[in-house]
């Protein structure tokens, strides 16, 4: 089964196929009619095709938001897995005072919410 970062990838591109597909169409319609028979209405099929360029063209749009999402949603789960093993490796520090002077806290990842980096996944 494929994630839906490989079916978006898969889609776009089709997209992007399909708008140079109705480009193709919609120009030989305009300049060249006389290649495609069994159309009464010229005007309207390139209006048609000019249509479904803009709803490849639509949806080539959302494949590619959801895979900006899905590429930042694995970065992000490959943070967290990284910073739980590392968490699990370091030894036990209870009752370690921080080194830190100025406030701030050294073991925690400043990207990530607190919750996140102190472990508490509730």
Known sequence: MCSIGECCGC?????????????FVAMLLKYQPFFIVGIDDYK?????????????IFTFGVSLVILVRD??????????DRQTYEQLRAPDLA?????DNDG??????PDLPLSVSEGVYA
């Not at 889609?11 to 480009?23: E, N, P, Q, R, T």
């Not at 009752?95 to 080194?99: A, I, K, V």
């Not at 701030?104 to 990842?109: F, Y």
Request: proline content about 0%; overall charge positive.
């Open 11 to 23: 889609c776009a591109g089709f997209s992007v196929s399909g708008v140079v597909f109705m480009i």
């Open 44 to 56: 309207h099929s390139k209006e048609a095709a000019l249509k479904a360029m803009w709803a490849f």
């Open 71 to 80: 590429s930042r949603r694995k970065r992000f789960q490959t943070l967290l």
């Open 95 to 99: 009752g370690l005072e921080e080194l």
């Open 104 to 109: 701030r806290d050294e073991g925690r990842v």
